[in-house]
């Protein structure tokens, strides 16, 4: 761009101004110009000859299809294409992480040589996200743009990352992770897949507690503290129901559905127990216990938990975005809005010309 604003930055240097970038592209600017003008004289042509009646309103339709045309042959310039095969095609890591069948995440350490949205387009959860637009919740836990407790075992532990890329020619130190030791799942050369059986499971029960009203003072908690994440939950509110712990129980919950925007869970509770879905809270999410309403408690500072009275089934997360169903219904409301003033445009038109005929 003639404008960008870097250009005195990036090639003053090289002795290059922004006047000379202007002449060096003189020629495109040139025919740019002329393109424009051209559009903008077909598009008044449209009008003048609509207006005088010389031409029916189609010749206005088809006046929109102008910027349509330009747009594309000036975007396509900087829009290059490459054979997605060479970069997207299914390989010995893919397969191996979607042979899987349980929910866990990958972390990546070797981002140099697989790009973090790689594993994501294979449908494999990965830790910190594949667009760096994450919740800005989840991304204080990560540490920011920077990402800088993403290799602290606390928090890998408590996003799941079960599966970790890592350089074939490094270690973790032992007990890096916790007491269970980590192992190599697999080795492809300079790149190992190290399993870390110390990571939550995406669905967990718990019947103990502890009530944070900072979010940083949690966060540096989960970082810096040895206690185990799976017993005891913290949350931002104290829950309402009353919990008694029990060192032996068997009560569980397992994943039955997930998909995009709903998660089934079925359950088998004898007790009060708090339910830990290592998803991102978010509040389009709704949530149903044996089909009644129930209410979404913000866990760890960014996960999701729900109080679950003994003797539930299933519990059952639904994305119900009224955001979402309120810019359909706009979006629905002006294209209908639009078809009706080119359908009163036809009909007008029409009529008219069978008056003059009629005449």
Not at 102 to 121: A, C, Q, S
Not at 171 to 185: E, H, L, R, S, T
Not at 329 to 336: D, P, S
């Amino acid at each position: 761009s003639l404008f960008y604003s870097n250009a005195s930055q990036t090639m003053v240097q090289q002795g290059v101004s922004k006047a000379d970038v202007a002449y060096m592209n003189l020629s495109s600017i040139q025919s740019g110009l002329w393109i424009s003008f051209l559009c903008t004289a077909l598009a008044a042509g449209a009008v003048w000859m609509y207006q005088s009646k010389k031409a029916s309103i189609v010749i206005l339709c088809g006046m929109l299809l102008i910027p349509v045309v330009n747009s594309v042959r000036f975007n396509k310039r900087f829009v290059s294409t490459t054979d997605q095969n060479q970069i997207w095609s299914e390989n010995q890591f893919t397969r191996f992480f979607t042979e899987k069948k349980e929910k866990f995440r990958v972390m990546n350490f070797v981002g140099g040589t697989i790009k973090e949205d790689f594993l994501p387009h294979f449908g494999v959860d990965v830790v910190v996200g594949y667009h760096g637009n994450q919740l800005k919740w989840y991304d204080k836990l990560l540490g920011g743009p920077n990402k800088r407790n993403q290799a602290n075992p606390n928090f890998l532990n408590l996003v799941g990352a079960k599966y970790l890329l890592f350089p074939s020619n490094q270690n973790f130190p032992d007990g890096y992770f916790g007491d269970k030791p980590v192992f190599q799942a697999a080795n492809f050369g300079q790149i190992q897949i190290v399993e870390n059986d110390n990571a939550l499971p995406r669905v967990f029960l718990a019947d103990q507690f502890q009530v944070f009203k900072n979010i940083d003072k949690m966060n540096n908690t989960i970082l810096n503290t040895p206690k185990s994440l799976l017993q005891t939950v913290f949350l931002e509110e104290k829950p309402e129901l009353s919990y008694m712990h029990d060192s032996l129980s068997t009560d569980s919950a397992w994943i039955s559905d997930y998909t995009t925007d709903a998660v089934t869970i079925n359950l088998l509770v004898s007790q009060n127990k708090i339910l830990v879905l290592t998803d991102n809270y978010y509040d389009a999410w709704k949530v149903s216990i044996d089909g009644k309403p129930g209410k979404i408690l913000r866990a760890y500072g960014t996960f999701r938990a729900v109080e679950i009275p003994a003797g539930s089934k299933e519990v059952v997360f639904k994305f119900e975005s009224r955001r979402y169903a309120l810019g359909k219904l706009l979006t629905n409301l002006t294209a209908l809005y639009l078809i009706l003033i080119i359908g009163f445009y036809f009909v007008t038109d029409y009529r008219r010309k069978k008056k003059e005929v009629v005449a």
